[in-house]
């Protein structure tokens, strides 16, 4: 983009620099049509990941002069943007609890739901030590690198169907120093758990949708977020089955089991584990909107 073409779009004759302030503008303006009141903070977050700048730090950086690669990343930018790309994966990042986690097309972009059920898994570990946990479904690591930054989770078996998830997950693992502390094995479910192999807490925010969901899906989600993160099959609680059936026998006596689930699902999974004897404690938590959201069971003294 010639600096012509800058004095064009911002109804100047003068040739003049594109500013912080001045680019939060143009961009807010070309999303405001398809993002309403959201099109300025978006805008924001838009520009301060060109100028490699904080959120806060474009408002107090107004004056800062766009260089001409920055202005053509934006203009980018804002294009993916108007295709109903996430914003996470425009940025190649995304917050999870106090961490930033690569993301892209590969993974499912980290909720805030599952930093609640990460926040359980916790509270839980709390005061125990040199716990093994087993993340099935890892997905971009979200749940995996938590535990073995925040807990006393000693190390971590991430597991998930999609080999490209798995690259993605250890890239953030590998750039926030804790590679050698989760193991990512490639494979479905529990297949990848080897003979013998017991776990402290078994944690998974798995698939949970039914197919028929899809047409109710935002075009955000539906069109851009992998399918095989998001759908279970014809009910949304054919994973959450295999997962609450097989886990106890891969958990230690008094172990955990830690499930997200869709709200419409929480009193039927923990009416399972209900019934099953080889758990106790169930437990329905639920998330920020006040919606069930997390199961929690733990495997009785014994064991499988
Ligand atoms: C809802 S996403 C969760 C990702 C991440 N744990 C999170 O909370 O953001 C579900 C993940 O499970 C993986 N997955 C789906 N079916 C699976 C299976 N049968 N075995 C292992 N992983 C599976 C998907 O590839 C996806 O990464």
Redesign the pocket.
Same mark, same amino acid.
């Given at each position: 983009m010639s600096t012509g073409v800058r004095a064009t779009l911002f109804g100047t004759s003068r040739v003049e620099p594109v500013t912080a302030v001045n680019a939060v503008r143009w961009a807010a303006e070309r999303l405001r049509p398809h993002r309403g009141d959201a099109a300025r903070l978006e805008a924001t977050y838009l520009v301060a990941g060109c100028l490699g700048l904080g959120l806060s730090e474009v408002g107090l950086r107004p004056d800062r002069a766009l260089e001409d690669r920055e202005w053509e990343e934006l203009q980018r930018r804002v294009e993916r943007r108007l295709a109903g790309e996430p914003l996470q994966y425009i940025e190649g990042r995304a917050a999870f609890r106090e961490f930033s986690l690569k993301v892209d097309r590969r993974?499912? @972009? !980290?909720?805030p739901e599952?930093e609640v059920l990460v926040e359980h898994v916790l509270a839980w570990a709390a005061g125990r030590h040199d716990l093994v946990a087993l993340? @099935? *479904?890892? *997905?971009?690591? %979200? =749940?995996a690198l938590s535990l073995v930054l925040e807990g006393p989770f000693e190390r971590v078996v991430a @597991?998930? =169907? $999609?080999r490209a998830?798995l690259n993605v997950a250890e890239e953030s693992a590998r750039a926030a120093g804790c590679v050698s502390r989760i193991e990512f094995r490639h *494979? $479905?479910?529990f297949d990848p758990v080897r003979p013998g192999e017991r776990f402290d807490a078994i944690v998974?925010? !798995? !698939?949970?949708l039914a197919w028929h969901e899809r047409a109710n899906l935002a075009p955000e989600v539906r069109e851009w977020e !992998?399918a095989? %993160?998001?759908f279970a099959g014809p009910t949304g609680l054919e @994973?959450l089955e295999v997962l609450t059936a097989g886990a106890s026998r891969y958990l230690t006596p008094r172990g955990l089991l830690a499930l997200?689930v869709a709200p419409g699902q929480a009193r039927i999974v923990a009416e399972r584990l209900a019934r099953d004897a080889r758990y106790v404690r169930v437990q329905i938590r639920q998330d920020l909107a006040g919606l069930d959201r997390v199961v929690l069971a733990e495997q009785d003294d014994v064991g499988d």
């Amino acid at each position: 983009m010639s600096t012509g073409v800058r004095a064009t779009l911002f109804g100047t004759s003068r040739v003049e620099p594109v500013t912080a302030v001045n680019a939060v503008r143009w961009a807010a303006e070309r999303l405001r049509p398809h993002r309403g009141d959201a099109a300025r903070l978006e805008a924001t977050y838009l520009v301060a990941g060109c100028l490699g700048l904080g959120l806060s730090e474009v408002g107090l950086r107004p004056d800062r002069a766009l260089e001409d690669r920055e202005w053509e990343e934006l203009q980018r930018r804002v294009e993916r943007r108007l295709a109903g790309e996430p914003l996470q994966y425009i940025e190649g990042r995304a917050a999870f609890r106090e961490f930033s986690l690569k993301v892209d097309r590969r993974v499912l @972009v !980290p909720r805030p739901e599952t930093e609640v059920l990460v926040e359980h898994v916790l509270a839980w570990a709390a005061g125990r030590h040199d716990l093994v946990a087993l993340d @099935v *479904g890892t *997905g971009c690591g %979200a =749940i995996a690198l938590s535990l073995v930054l925040e807990g006393p989770f000693e190390r971590v078996v991430a @597991v998930d =169907i $999609s080999r490209a998830a798995l690259n993605v997950a250890e890239e953030s693992a590998r750039a926030a120093g804790c590679v050698s502390r989760i193991e990512f094995r490639h *494979g $479905s479910l529990f297949d990848p758990v080897r003979p013998g192999e017991r776990f402290d807490a078994i944690v998974s925010n !798995p !698939p949970y949708l039914a197919w028929h969901e899809r047409a109710n899906l935002a075009p955000e989600v539906r069109e851009w977020e !992998p399918a095989e %993160a998001l759908f279970a099959g014809p009910t949304g609680l054919e @994973v959450l089955e295999v997962l609450t059936a097989g886990a106890s026998r891969y958990l230690t006596p008094r172990g955990l089991l830690a499930l997200e689930v869709a709200p419409g699902q929480a009193r039927i999974v923990a009416e399972r584990l209900a019934r099953d004897a080889r758990y106790v404690r169930v437990q329905i938590r639920q998330d920020l909107a006040g919606l069930d959201r997390v199961v929690l069971a733990e495997q009785d003294d014994v064991g499988d």
